[in-house]
């Protein structure tokens, strides 16, 4: 079909959301690494997780085989409600950058919690609600994944106790309301309510919390209720199991206009929205099929994959989760206090580490005030509201638009859109003030925050 007959937006039917995940590591030659016992540090058994995590997500967890995994006709007709998500050709932004590139961007953010995070949410609540449970714990920071969940929990009628980090939960009081207004409790993170949360707060009085404590009390709180696990809504690789959703549907998008793209671009927190975009695209590069340019984007003031290390880590700052093999810059790594663009978490998915690792994907890190520079320009001509951790993509996006303005290539390029900023206006008012500042952590920061790696022999 002739290229100027594609449309500003490519919806896909209902019936062609994907009624299967894919889950790239059935493909990848060098599998990701196990999680270990942090107390053995022997490869987590499903035993071993049985006290955390729901048994069938524990199965999707260990699964490195099965390419494909059925989507249950519960989480398909729960995706009815707000997929396919458009894949939008940015015909006005490639026009106001003057490039002969063709720019695409899958959006996530059509639906109440204003990200992709209800991808994973609606299948981690499924699955709780099979296995019998009463309800679920879990950590949330801006607030997205506690929104997604709560949605998700009340859909199947289960209790949703939700650790927020202080910080948010002060500033984002309206991200809270959704919360409670879905049926969650929220507690403002570190608590006194748990054992790990009292100590933090021995340790660091005043402090304003971090994922990484949120996490311990959440996992805290499942572990010792009866009827409760604990989910998580990035790294993990069921998380990025379930976020496959987007990339199958982007990429059959783009096989009804014949496109095919050179380079996807995705914004890196844990990993999750990135590795749900590239996984079908990544999976022909590993069958050696289709050959693409991956390219997570992260913030330079919490740079896991560009200056992080490869190693075995605690995903939180309790040390009460299993160990995980990522890029890392240690567990008691915290952004900088002025950094407002998200993405704040000191870890990476395991799979994404090990792609990145084998030199199958690259890494940028870019500075918060370019961010929400990309961020305003595109706001003005693509009328969608970005959220900071989105603008992130957005930001290398239009660099490599801009490059190919440079050499007159037509490249095609696509990024995950993955939500809107609406509950982000602070940040947003810091930058219209002119009052935003970068802040990239010295050598000697990060090495202090390494020196707390633990020490594990493979
Ligand atoms: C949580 C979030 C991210 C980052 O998480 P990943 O797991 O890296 O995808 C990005 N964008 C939005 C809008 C989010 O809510």
Redo the contacts with the bound molecule.
């Keep these: 079909m002739a290229e100027n007959k594609i449309p500003y937006k490519i919806y896909l039917d209902e019936s062609e959301i994907p009624t299967q995940w894919y889950n790239v590591r059935a493909d990848m030659k060098n599998k990701p690494a196990p999680l270990l016992n942090p107390a053995t540090l022997k490869p987590m058994t499903h035993a071993d997780l049985a006290p955390v995590f729901c048994d069938e997500l524990i199965d999707q967890e260990l699964n490195d085989t099965d390419a494909y995994i059925d989507i249950p006709e519960e989480i398909q007709n729960f995706y009815k409600m707000y997929r396919p998500s458009p894949l939008v050709r940015a015909y006005f932004l490639e026009k106001a950058l003057g490039t002969p590139a063709k720019i695409y961007y899958k959006f996530?953010?059509n639906n109440t919690?204003?990200?992709?995070?209800l991808n994973s949410a609606i299948a981690q609540a499924y699955y709780a609600k099979k296995q019998g449970l009463k309800g679920v714990t879990t950590e949330t920071?801006?607030g997205?994944?506690g929104t997604?969940l709560s949605m998700a929990c009340s859909y199947f009628d289960l209790d949703c106790k939700v650790f927020m980090v202080k910080v948010s939960y002060e500033q984002k009081p309206f991200r809270r309301e959704v919360m409670r207004t879905y049926g969650a409790s929220v507690t403002p993170s570190p608590s006194t309510t748990t054992e790990i949360g009292k100590k933090i707060l021995e340790a660091h009085p005043g402090t304003t919390g971090s994922l990484g404590c949120a996490i311990s009390e959440a996992v805290e709180v499942a572990t010792h209720t009866d009827g409760y696990r604990y989910v998580l809504?990035?790294?993990l690789n069921q998380?990025l199991l379930h976020?496959s959703v987007i990339g199958l549907e982007a990429k059959a998008a783009l096989e009804k206009y014949n496109v095919k793209p050179d380079i996807i671009i995705?914004?890196?927190?844990?990993?999750?929205?990135?590795?749900?975009l590239i996984s079908p695209f990544m999976g022909e590069k590993l069958r050696g099929e289709n050959d693409y340019k991956f390219i997570a984007v992260e913030p330079a003031s919490c740079p896991s994959f560009t200056r992080g290390k490869f190693a075995y880590d605690f995903c939180d700052t309790g040390k009460v989760c299993p160990l995980a093999k990522m890029y890392t810059l240690g567990s008691n790594f915290i952004p900088s206090a002025n950094h407002a663009g998200?993405?704040r978490?000191h870890g990476?998915?395991p799979i994404l580490s090990q792609l990145y690792h084998d030199g199958l994907m690259e890494a940028r890190s870019v500075e918060q005030t370019a961010v929400f520079e990309a961020a305003t320009q595109f706001a003005r001509v693509e009328g969608i509201l970005?959220?900071?951790?989105?603008s992130?993509a957005i930001r290398v996006a239009i660099d490599e638009a801009l490059k190919c303005k440079e050499t007159g290539e037509e490249k095609t390029i696509v990024f995950?859109l993955?939500?809107?900023?609406y509950f982000d206006m602070v940040a947003y008012e810091k930058f219209n003030d002119g009052v935003m500042s970068d802040y990239i952590p010295t050598d000697e920061e990060l090495e202090q925050s390494f020196a707390g790696l633990p020490k594990v022999d493979l």
Excluded at 418 to 421: C, E, I, N
């Design positions: 996530e953010g919690s204003g990200s992709h995070k920071g801006a997205q994944w997604a809504g990035s790294v998380v976020q995705g914004c890196a927190g844990g990993g999750s929205n990135l590795g749900g998200g993405l978490y990476m998915s970005p959220a900071p951790e989105s992130h995950g993955t939500g809107t900023g």
